[in-house]
């Protein structure tokens, strides 16, 4: 049974960014007794929360299993095609621009994530389904 976990990178500019900004927002609308504002900036720190501390990567006996907050999706190893490098900042399952795409299916779908070893996670995908093309 194969099971490994990859976390998601996190970038501390992606990071500061969002939890400085909501930060900053929760404190200006508690000074002003904004409670509707306060419930939804904590709802949404809440939110991120979720996503910071449980985006990541599985490889699950045969699949890929990507989880970030609330999505989940599977990915049938077999069905990889092609993984390379990219920094494409459309959103995804990734907290960093230091990112993989990975092709997959027969429409070619792709997905975005990062993973914080790279080598390790492409090698063990690898290992599974050795038609991968890592491209550069």
Known sequence: ???MY???KKSVIFGGLMWGGLTIGLIAVISEMDWVGTVIIS???VFW????????YKIDENFLVIKSGPIKAKIPIKE???????????????LSLDRLAIVFGKNYDEVIISPVDEDKFINELRKINSKIIVAK
């Open 1 to 3: 049974m194969v099971f």
């Open 6 to 8: 990859f976390p998601s």
């Open 43 to 45: 709802i949404s720190l």
């Open 49 to 56: 929360g979720w996503v910071w501390f449980s985006t990541g």
């Open 80 to 94: 990889i095609t092609k993984i390379y490098k990219t920094r494409n900042p459309v959103s995804s399952a990734a």
